[in-house]
């Protein structure tokens, strides 16, 4: 199985900060990565597919980048609707799998 | 735009059989993936299965030997059965549909099911 590894697990930015959250895959997953946000109580929603593709509706603050083994999620002026749980997955290889998370707070 | 709703029995008991169901409305089931996720809590989402719409299936090998993944379509559902199960195997239980394995760009997801496994 292809390991995803997230960090940091969890971090506490201010409004209108910059947050960047990584994802390493143990082995190239090439461009096939998607990022979510959880929030509390719901399911996960799909905010960047394809690393670098932002989902249909999400704010232009989102952005992901990345190929290979290495991405990342940015968010360019956090917001308080943004505090949520963060998750990366790949779709290269079968069984799919996902990061451990990582926890933003307000 | 299509509604995914699960249905499970709340609280399994250890080496028991788990079933849950998703019911589909406002779309067809005869197009895209079929997906089971859960999610142990506290912890990350893990990826399940799929069914195919055509019936072809994908688990992951933690638990391929336990599970199946059915879809009725007269129905309108899809199912997932997980035999012989663990407190392991307790979490939030969501079935989610879309054309990139269920999952990712363009999938609904289901608002979940809570599966206690407990005696």
């Known amino acids: 199985d292809i390991q995803m590894t997230q960090s940091p697990s969890s971090l506490s930015a201010s409004v209108g900060d910059r947050v960047t959250i990584t994802c390493q895959a143990s082995q190239s997953v090439r461009k096939y990565l998607n990022w979510y946000q959880q929030k509390i109580g719901e399911a996960p929603e799909v905010l960047v597919h394809g690393a670098t593709n932002l989902e249909t509706g999400v704010p232009s603050r989102f952005s992901g980048s990345g190929f290979g083994t290495d991405f990342t999620l940015t968010i360019t002026s956090l917001q308080p609707e943004d505090a949520a749980t963060y998750y990366c997955?790949?779709?290269?290889?079968?069984?799919?799998?996902f990061g451990g998370g990582t926890k933003v707070e307000i | 735009q299509v509604h995914l709703q699960e249905s499970g029995p709340g609280l399994v008991k250890p080496s028991e059989t788990l079933y849950v169901s998703c019911t589909v409305s406002g779309g067809s089931i005869s197009r895209y993936y079929w997906s089971w996720i859960r999610q142990p809590p506290g912890k990350g989402p893990e990826w399940i299965g799929f069914?195919?719409?055509?019936?072809?299936?994908?688990?992951n090998p933690a638990v391929e030997d336990r599970v199946s993944i059915l879809i009725d379509a007269p129905k309108n559902q899809f199912s997932l059965r997980l035999a012989s199960v663990t407190h392991a195997d307790s979490a939030v239980y969501y079935c989610?549909?879309?054309?990139?394995f269920g999952v990712g760009s363009e999938a609904t997801w289901g608002q979940g099911t809570l599966v206690t496994v407990s005696s």
């Open positions: 997955q790949q779709y290269d290889n079968f069984p799919l799998t």
């Open positions: 989610a549909t879309g054309p990139v």
């Open positions: 069914v195919y719409y055509t019936g072809t299936t994908n688990y």
